[in-house]
């Protein structure tokens, strides 16, 4: 009987080491980094139809993203980008807010944005959320 207590103790210890292996080899799909994102430019206009998206390339190991969206006026801008990225998906949450007087027309917004120093994998699924809500959905993979 003394016997089973140190076979057990030993079958728990080896289970327990192989967990923390595997949660270390895939915690990158667990936890959620945030990443710096600049914004680069953006032009507005009033809408006439434009189509909403969002695309991006790497470039210099940083991903350079364009969305386009509408807004409820063209006095609406981009304030602030934040990105966050679990494993193989980056999240991309847009706020904008208003300034000065407007033409009264609904708006559309484009916007030029830097994701700076991504984790690299092999195609990354990328929603963008404005005010959010999550409009957009673009698929990256890296270049070859």
Request: aromatic share 12%; with cysteine.
């Amino acid at each position: 009987m003394n016997r089973q207590k140190p076979d057990l103790l030993m079958f728990m210890l080896v289970c327990l080491v192989v967990f923390v292996i595997s949660f270390l080899s895939y915690s990158r799909y667990f936890i959620k980094t945030e990443l710096e994102a600049r914004i680069l430019d953006q032009t507005s206009s009033c809408y006439a139809g434009q189509p909403s998206a969002t695309g991006g390339a790497w470039h210099n190991g940083n991903i350079v993203m364009t969305s386009a969206f509408e807004t409820p006026d063209p006095c609406h801008w981009v304030s602030s980008i934040e990105a966050y990225q679990q494993g193989d998906r980056l999240e991309v949450k847009i706020k904008t807010s208003h300034q000065g007087f407007c033409v009264q027309c609904f708006g559309f917004r484009e916007v030029d944005y830097e994701i700076v120093s991504p984790e690299a994998e092999k195609s990354m699924d990328i929603y963008v959320e404005v005010e959010g809500i999550t409009q957009q959905k673009a698929l990256l993979s890296l270049p070859v």
